[in-house]
């Protein structure tokens, strides 16, 4: 079974920097499509980035040249780069691994941009 546990969430300002990781275990890491998806209150989970086992990336349009996703396929981790975040970034992030019918969710981590 599959536990994905995500860690680096916090408090910062706008236009300051985090980095979230995942540590995943139970699951072959390297051949699942790891991302980042992220819940505001009163909206709907929404993707923010992915990766491919391969290393593809995505991101949404509203992250783009700003956050960076990455992955350790030695360590079964994954990380998400936030740089110059936003009001609008704040949300509770959860990892996410998928491959085929096989999907996993960590708990989440709390991410809240205030001045």
């Known amino acids: 079974q599959g536990q994905l546990v995500e860690s680096g969430g916090g408090l910062v300002q706008p236009g300051e920097s985090l980095r979230l990781s995942c540590a995943a275990s139970?699951?072959?890491?390297?051949?699942?499509?790891m991302r980042w998806y992220r819940q505001a209150p009163g909206k709907e989970r929404e993707l923010v980035a992915g990766i491919t086992g391969g290393g593809n990336t995505n991101y949404a349009d509203s992250v783009k040249g700003r956050f960076t996703i990455s992955r350790d396929n030695a360590k079964n981790t994954v990380s998400l780069q936030m740089n110059s975040l936003k009001f609008e970034d704040t949300a509770v992030y959860y990892c996410?691994?998928?491959?085929?019918?096989?999907?996993?969710w960590g708990q989440g981590t709390q991410v809240t941009v205030s001045s």
């Open positions: 996410n691994a998928q491959r085929l019918y096989f999907n996993y």
């Open positions: 139970g699951i072959n890491f390297s051949i699942y499509t």
